[in-house]
T-cell receptor
């Protein structure tokens, strides 16, 4: 089955700096890579996703890059703000005609210092 | 009420008790999921229901018993649990076929087994 590894487990940055979180996956058939943000005591929420037919996707201060050959993808947050502090999870799944089965990374605790 | 709602939000039970977690989605989705979230570990997929039919049971112990009476409701029946089962149990839903496949999570049920 799929295996997703995520690094680093914790990340502290100064407000205004950039943050990068990296994930690798093992199943070359995986074609969908979402990122979820989970604030303390809250539900995980999708912040951005990418499919394997594109290499990069951007939404305001958040961007995700995908390298299919190397089987890794990364989340980039620019101009970080204190409200970006949360746990971020990457995930991967292969094509399926039925319910999507995501394999999650272990999470990165991002702290943005004011 | 919109989105995915879970009850109860917190539950404390002894190892000999029987309790149930409830999940309801108001998004018109046709797939529902149970995930287990433990500290320092990735989100673990437990059960998947696609069009009310269980499609996956990821080697979950029989002391966890899911029930999906219709595409909007999902239950997790608990009996004779162990202390290591203490965790946050997250329900999610998604739209299979025709949707983006994004998972929408509930706020979770925090379970403590004494």
């Amino acid at each position: 089955g799929e295996n997703v590894e995520q690094h680093p487990s914790t990340l502290s940055v100064q407000e205004g700096d950039s943050a990068v979180i990296k994930c690798t996956y093992s199943d070359s058939a995986s074609n969908y890579f979402p990122w979820y943000k989970q604030e303390l005591g809250k539900r995980p929420q999708l912040i951005i996703d990418i499919r394997s037919n594109v290499g990069e996707k951007k939404d305001q201060r958040i961007a995700v890059t995908l390298n299919k050959t190397a089987k890794h993808f990364s989340l980039h947050i620019t101009e970080t703000q204190p409200e970006d502090s949360a746990v971020y999870f990457c995930a991967a799944s292969a094509p399926s005609g039925s319910a999507r089965q995501l394999t999650f990374g272990s999470g990165t605790q991002l702290t943005v210092l004011p | 009420e919109t989105g995915v709602t879970q009850t109860p939000r917190h539950l404390v039970m002894g190892m000999t008790n029987k309790k149930s977690l409830k999940c309801e989605q108001h998004l018109g989705h046709n797939a529902m999921y149970w995930y287990k979230q433990s500290a320092k570990k990735p989100l673990e997929l437990m059960f998947v229901y696609n069009f009310k039919e269980q499609t996956e049971n990821n080697s979950v112990p029989s002391r966890f018993s899911p029930e999906c009476p219709n595409s909007s409701h999902l239950f997790l029946h608990l009996h004779t649990l162990q202390p290591e089962d203490s965790a946050l149990y997250l329900c999610a839903s998604s739209q299979v076929q025709g949707g983006a496949g994004e998972l929408f999570f509930g706020e979770g049920s925090r379970l403590t087994v004494l």
